[in-house]
């Protein structure tokens, strides 16, 4: 055998196990969309269940609603810029108001955070599944090339 025919078989082989890795990688990514789509889809789900119980909470009870809507105004208000006006009428109520929608607003956040946490959607899964397809690629592209290079050596 010559050189040059160790040299056709070593590049075929290195060619095929980077088709393989590629297949790999693209049945990882998806796996990954699947994955995604139906935790798109449950979150839907689950939206429409909320919409749904709050739609039945306001029927139920008009006057919580109606403090829940005082608070999201409040919310509101602490978000926007406050005016001249608002500081002239409100003196220091409207920093009391303003910290305390500010309060409000970071415990939902809080509470939203833990609940996506709790159903494993968070930058750190996505962050630890890429780096789990980047390390199977990289470990078939080095085992392509360490039997390309056995098989060099053999010949």
Excluded: W, Y
Aim: charged letters at 30%.
């Amino acid at each position: 055998m010559t050189i040059k025919d160790t040299t056709d078989k070593a590049s075929s082989f290195a060619k095929e196990k980077a088709a393989d890795a590629k297949a790999a990688a693209t049945g990882a990514l998806s796996s990954a969309r699947e994955k995604a789509s139906d935790l798109a889809g449950s979150a839907r789900d689950t939206a429409t269940q909320v919409r749904q119980r709050t739609s039945d909470g306001i029927d139920a009870s008009p006057v919580a609603a109606l403090l829940g809507g005082l608070a999201l105004g409040a919310l509101a208000a602490a978000v926007l810029p406050r005016t001249r006006k608002e500081d002239e009428l409100l003196g220091d109520i409207g920093g009391k108001i303003n910290d305390s929608a500010r309060s409000a607003a970071q415990a939902a956040k809080d509470a939203g955070r833990d609940k996506l946490d709790e159903l494993g959607i968070n930058k750190d899964t996505a962050l630890d599944k890429a780096k789990e397809l980047a390390q199977s690629a990289a470990g078939v592209v080095k085992e392509s090339a360490t039997a390309a290079a056995s098989s060099v050596k053999g010949s």
